[in-house]
């Protein structure tokens, strides 16, 4: 048996089960790694194999003649590097946190580690999670496991790349415009963002604290729904996280979506679109209605304002959270430097790359006296209808299916020179942060090109319940989820 290519569901089962031990998955997966992870590079810090084996056999002694098991040990995670994770190496894909050592769990991190996961490795990302293609890290990007000339999206790149490359079971991203979904979908995965308070942001490095979530990013949905349940809950740490109950996703999951009203927003079926993903989700569309789903077209009339509003708001906050890296606290500091003010300035200028910067130079711009009221009081204002778009269209349909990204993932240096063709690739996802509504998506298609396509449900605040049941229906039905990239 592979155990590598089995997801979280299916190797839980075999390790309750007994047939299989940690030290049995610590070594497969280990293997899987020498091979295959120098291809794809989709770590920054992979877990070392003396630590892995380690953790493996101690995991066997304790259970050895007493079999209880909790549902994620010995279960090979990996982890987005803008989570905290203490004792293990924090960079955001920069510079400036190179050396970083967090003292501190995020809480998602205290979550896992409470079930005996096993930390595979931190994956790779844009730097502070800024950017669509895992281009902008410090530390060189990742390659698509489906073909390593091509992006595997961003800023979750590593992650997805990860699940998608079996060089994990599962993993965890996080989504502010789309990190989480437009990765998915390039490495044909299932990509899921929570609601906007659904999972504590605590440890999670903030890039725009309104629009962060931390999420999934797993072989199936069924394995979604798995990991959401552990991570998912209010945290006294965390005062955005809600305080509501946290359902058994894995009941919510069903074969048909009857009874379900699907909305197809107009608005997101645009010229530009590669007519490959117009068919294969107009095709995922026709599939749902055969799963006695009923379809109907909505609007949602701001969506054309949406990279516009995104990209005045996360940078401002994106200014003000990355002012902490001032080389005095943590992180990189830059040497021979003349004064606190020089040290400052230098600090900044060669520990954050070029996309870092602009940001940061856009988002104090827009927040500056005499232009507030114009760039980001105006965004808020737009951010507001946004929302009620979504807020009407949920009167009448129970969720939204629309495209994950204009086109399939497209090739490695395509878009580095163009910022602003880079910012369209978040097109579709971004209306769904500004409205801080859930969103998963699966793999629809492959293009003739052998590349994956997404499809991206969204739901109504605190339904997730409700688009893992229509992914897992519109999954089960169909068999682009067992289509995997041929990593030999
Ligand atoms: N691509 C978007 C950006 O560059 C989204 C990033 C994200 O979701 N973290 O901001």
């Known amino acids: 048996m592979s155990l590598h290519r089995l997801g979280l569901f299916d190797l839980q089962n075999e390790f309750t089960r007994g047939t299989v031990s940690a030290t049995e998955i610590a070594t497969a997966f280990q293997k899987r790694l020498t091979f295959v992870e120098p291809k794809i590079k989709a770590y920054i ?3 070392k194999k003396e630590t892995l084996l380690a953790y493996a056999e101690g995991v066997d002694r304790q259970l050895r003649g007493w079999r209880k098991t909790m549902p994620l040990m010995a279960m090979p995670i990996a982890i987005k590097d803008n989570i905290c994770t203490e004792g293990v190496k924090t960079t955001c894909g920069s510079r400036i946190l190179e050396n970083f050592v967090p003292p501190y769990d ?4 205290a979550r896992l580690r409470a079930q005996q996961y096993c930390l595979i490795g ?31 999206g961003g800023s979750s790149g590593g992650s997805a790349a990860a699940v998608a490359a079996d060089l994990c079971v599962a993993a965890l991203g996080s989504d ?3 990190s989480i979904r437009q990765p998915a979908a390039c490495c044909g995965v299932v990509g899921l963002k929570p609601t906007y308070g659904r999972v504590s942001r605590y440890g999670l490095v ?29 945290d006294p740490l965390d005062s955005t996280s809600a305080d509501l109950e946290v359902p058994d996703y894995m009941k919510a999951l069903k074969e048909n979506m009857r009874g379900m009203k699907v909305g197809v927003p107009k608005e997101f079926f645009t010229e530009g679109m590669d007519p490959e993903v117009e068919e294969a989700v107009r095709a995922a569309i026709e599939e749902m209605k055969k799963l ?41 500091r830059a040497t021979k430097e003349k004064g606190l003010l ?9 520990g954050f790359g070029a996309e870092v910067k602009r940001r940061i130079m856009l988002g104090t711009y827009a927040l500056s006296a ?23 269209a949920f009167k009448t349909v129970d969720v939204i299916v629309t495209p994950t990204m204009p086109t399939p993932a497209f090739k490695l240096g395509e878009k580095t020179h163009d910022p602003l063709q880079m910012y369209l690739s978040d097109i579709f996802t971004i209306s769904v942060n500004l409205a801080g509504v859930p969103a998963v998506v699966v793999p629809c298609g492959v293009s003739s090109k052998k590349l994956p396509i997404g499809l991206q449900i969204i739901g109504r605040p605190f339904e997730e319940e409700k688009i893992l049941r229509a992914a897992y229906a519109y999954e089960q039905a169909t068999n682009w989820q067992r289509k995997r990239p041929n990593l030999t």
């Open 370 to 392: 005499g232009y507030y009221e114009a760039y980001y009081g105006k965004a808020q204002a737009v951010r507001t209808l946004i929302k009620r778009d979504f807020e009407d």
């Open 45 to 47: 810090t992979p877990t």
């Open 292 to 332: 006695k789903a009923e379809v109907q077209e909505i609007s949602l009339p701001t969506t054309q304002y949406a990279i516009a509003a995104y990209y005045l708001i996360a940078p401002s906050e994106a200014s003000s959270n990355l002012a902490r890296y001032d080389g005095v606290r943590y992180g990189f």
């Open 206 to 234: 903030a890039f725009a604290s309104s629009l962060d979530q931390i999420g999934t990013i797993t072989k199936d949905v069924r394995d979604a729904a798995i990991l959401l349940k552990v991570i998912a809950g209010r």
């Open 106 to 109: 995020a809480t998602v991190i």
């Open 122 to 152: 931190k994956t790779n990302l844009d730097e502070f999670a800024m950017g669509s293609s895992t281009e902008n890290s410090a530390f060189g990007p990742t390659r698509n496991p489906w073909n390593p000339a091509y992006i595997p």
């Open 342 to 350: 020089e040290m400052y300035m230098r600090t900044r200028q060669e």
């Open 176 to 178: 502010t415009g789309g």
